[in-house]
Nanobody, 125 residues
Framework: VQLQASGGGLVHSGGSLRLSCVAS????????IGWFRQVPGKEREVVSC????????HYTDSVKGRFTISRDGAKNTVYLQMNSLKPEDTAAYYC???????????????????WGQGTLVTVSS
């Protein structure tokens, strides 16, 4: 059971990146997925989450209107499309998966058992 996050890189402010979270050893179809980010010395922050069905999605306020989470069952992958990137979006981004119910907010990271390694996003001004 493994998650692999990829797609990070260095972009200028206003640019775009698409992060991918690919699962191996299990299907993501039955898992809620969360994207998180962390800057050294700061607490991990939830960025977005999506239910297993894709019917419910949440974003943290700072990325609303700029980031889009989606899932592709055929590719066993969840994406985070990040547009209009800002320097404050610079962080290591992580995906996580678990059998969770998502109601009116994203679950805390402590509730996820499966994590991918981080992919670094750097946005230059």
């Amino acid at each position: 059971v493994q998650l692999q996050a990829s797609g990070g890189g260095l972009v200028h402010s206003g640019g775009s990146l698409r992060l991918s979270c690919v699962a191996s050893g299990f299907t993501l179809d039955y898992y809620a997925i969360g994207w998180f980010r962390q800057v050294p010395g700061k607490e991990r922050e939830v960025v977005s989450c999506i239910t297993s069905s894709g019917s419910r999605i949440h974003y943290t306020d700072s990325v609303k209107g700029r980031f889009t989470i989606s899932r592709d069952g055929a590719k066993n992958t969840v994406y985070l499309q990040m547009n209009s990137l800002k320097p404050e979006d610079t962080a290591a981004y992580y995906c996580a998966a678990d059998h969770l119910v998502i109601n009116d907010r994203c679950p805390d990271g402590s509730l996820y058992d499966h994590w991918g390694q981080g992919t670094l996003v750097t946005v230059s001004s």
